[in-house]
């Protein structure tokens, strides 16, 4: 709901506020498709720096687990020492990835204007102390969704690229990475990542609503690591070095979010 002041909500009916928010989303994507046009134009670093980055052995995430690999006698620490390659199998398959590409970098780069615009269509339904406790909402939000995309990208996506692109039934089958599977599936892992790392953002607003509690979130601890396990043992190659570095700042994650529900508790708790 959105209102200028108290007396002004009572007021306003409920296409008022459909054509605010119809404005807020003109707005959102109007910045993501800057964003986006600014991708289009910049595709050369894009894809040889960005996209193809976490595949080649000279990745910064790559180089360093190398380096661990031989410093530890641990050979199969060593992922994506050798690059993978990538196929094109349709004529418009280049420009699309191209497009589908710009599209998700419009998305990243837009995404804390994105958030401004629906806090500003938020902020004016909320009392003032509500404001007051809301305040660097967007910031955090933001800074979260950055972490997490980062943690994609430099730590999940070389993993998943490392097992899936070397993952064989049979030597007699060649792995041929198409372009779009490859697209999607480093998309996938980055922007869930990002997703995933606004965790103690969603245990706030359930926390306000009710709905969890920190008894709850530490009562179901155990259960939490053993999701998490699971979800770094499908996304890492089979050794233990691997498993241990993925679920470590998962489980991090999990911890700050029952912080986070543990301090609003307590201040809003007689």
């Known amino acids: 709901m959105v209102k200028k002041d ?14 605010e928010l119809r404005w807020v989303l003109v707005r959102a ?23 193809f980055g976490p595949k080649s052995p000279d990745f910064v995430t790559n180089r360093v687990l190398c380096l661990i690999a031989q410093s530890i006698n641990a050979p199969a620490l060593c992922i994506n020492s050798k690059p993978l390659e ?59 969704f950055f972490v997490g995309v980062c943690f994609g990208f430099f730590i999940i996506a070389p993993f998943t690229i490392h097992f899936l692109g070397t993952y064989r039934i049979s030597p007699e089958v060649t792995n041929q990475i198409n372009l779009g599977s490859y697209l999607s599936s ?14 103690p953002i969603l245990i706030l607003f359930l926390t306000k609503a009710n709905i969890v509690s920190p008894t709850f979130l530490k009562k179901y601890r ?22 241990i570095l993925v679920t470590i700042p998962m489980w991090l994650l999990y911890e700050f979010s029952i912080f986070i529900s543990s301090r609003h508790y307590r201040r809003n708790t007689p």
């Open 6 to 19: 108290k007396a002004e909500t009572s007021e306003m009916g409920f296409l008022d506020h459909l054509e």
């Open 86 to 144: 990538i196929i094109n199998i349709n004529m418009a398959g280049q420009f699309n990835t191209h497009l589908m590409v710009s599209l998700y970098a419009g998305i990243i780069v837009a995404f804390p204007y994105i958030i401004f615009q629906l806090w500003n269509f938020v902020k004016p339904a909320l009392y003032e102390h509500e404001r007051k406790r809301a305040r660097g909402a967007v910031f955090y939000i933001s800074l979260l």
């Open 186 to 199: 480093v998309a996938a892992v980055t922007l869930a990542a990002g997703l995933l790392f606004e965790l």
């Open 222 to 243: 155990k259960h939490a690591f053993i999701v998490i396990m699971v979800i770094a043992a499908i996304i890492t190659p089979p050794d233990v070095f691997s498993l």
């Open 29 to 51: 994507a109007a910045g993501i498709l800057l964003a986006a046009i600014g991708a289009f134009v910049s595709y050369r670093f894009i894809f040889d720096y960005v996209i």
